[in-house]
């Protein structure tokens, strides 16, 4: 029987969609790739590679809807975010997407920068000018972070996704 894969993503700066046209590459020929808001119910494929961007430390509101419909299937997160993909936010984040998808066989893990949406930061530079000491607020560090997210995904983030996906799918192909 042929095994069906699927990539679901939701971006919103474009990060996130750019990443799983990359996976959706390293998956088989006959791999679909789908928006969360046009992608199918996830009961017909043996392999979802399902990704978002990090909210608040979550996968997005839409992202994790879906999450919650798929049970009992092999998957691969991968996640866009503003912060380093070291860091322990991004780590912090990583672990929420997986309890969201605990009844499932998480077989990969991906997670690199992005650049942040405008109106974030237009909204952190509020912030600062209202409360210099809120966490959120414009700093040096901040801005420095900022401007090397602003920088992703690029060329060899997204030939990491892909690759940490095809080593999944020769996994699969040999079980």
Same mark, same amino acid.
């Given at each position: 029987m042929k095994m069906k894969y699927m990539v679901v993503y939701s971006s919103k700066t474009g990060n996130t969609k750019m990443i799983a046209k990359a996976i959706?590459?390293?998956?088989p020929e006959e791999s679909e790739v789908f928006s969360v808001q046009n992608a199918p119910e996830p009961n017909d494929y043996d392999f979802i590679a399902i990704g978002g961007w990090v909210d608040k430390g979550m996968p997005d509101a839409a992202m994790q809807n879906y999450m919650n419909k798929i049970k009992n299937k092999n998957v691969g997160i991968f996640?866009? %975010?503003g912060a380093y993909p070291d860091s322990q936010h991004a780590k912090d984040s990583m672990q929420k !997407?997986?309890?969201?998808?605990k009844d499932?066989?998480?077989l990969c893990e991906f997670i690199c920068q992005g650049k942040v949406d405008p109106q974030l930061i237009k909204r952190m530079r509020e912030m600062t000018k209202n409360n210099p000491y809120h966490p959120?607020?414009?700093n040096e560090e901040r801005?420095?972070? %900022?401007?090397?997210?602003?920088?992703?995904?690029?060329q060899l983030d997204c030939q990491n996704a !892909?690759?940490?996906?095809?080593?999944?799918f020769e996994n699969i192909q040999g079980a």
């Amino acid at each position: 029987m042929k095994m069906k894969y699927m990539v679901v993503y939701s971006s919103k700066t474009g990060n996130t969609k750019m990443i799983a046209k990359a996976i959706n590459k390293a998956l088989p020929e006959e791999s679909e790739v789908f928006s969360v808001q046009n992608a199918p119910e996830p009961n017909d494929y043996d392999f979802i590679a399902i990704g978002g961007w990090v909210d608040k430390g979550m996968p997005d509101a839409a992202m994790q809807n879906y999450m919650n419909k798929i049970k009992n299937k092999n998957v691969g997160i991968f996640m866009t %975010l503003g912060a380093y993909p070291d860091s322990q936010h991004a780590k912090d984040s990583m672990q929420k !997407a997986r309890q969201l998808l605990k009844d499932n066989d998480i077989l990969c893990e991906f997670i690199c920068q992005g650049k942040v949406d405008p109106q974030l930061i237009k909204r952190m530079r509020e912030m600062t000018k209202n409360n210099p000491y809120h966490p959120h607020a414009m700093n040096e560090e901040r801005k420095a972070r %900022l401007a090397e997210a602003a920088k992703h995904p690029n060329q060899l983030d997204c030939q990491n996704a !892909a690759e940490a996906f095809a080593k999944i799918f020769e996994n699969i192909q040999g079980a």
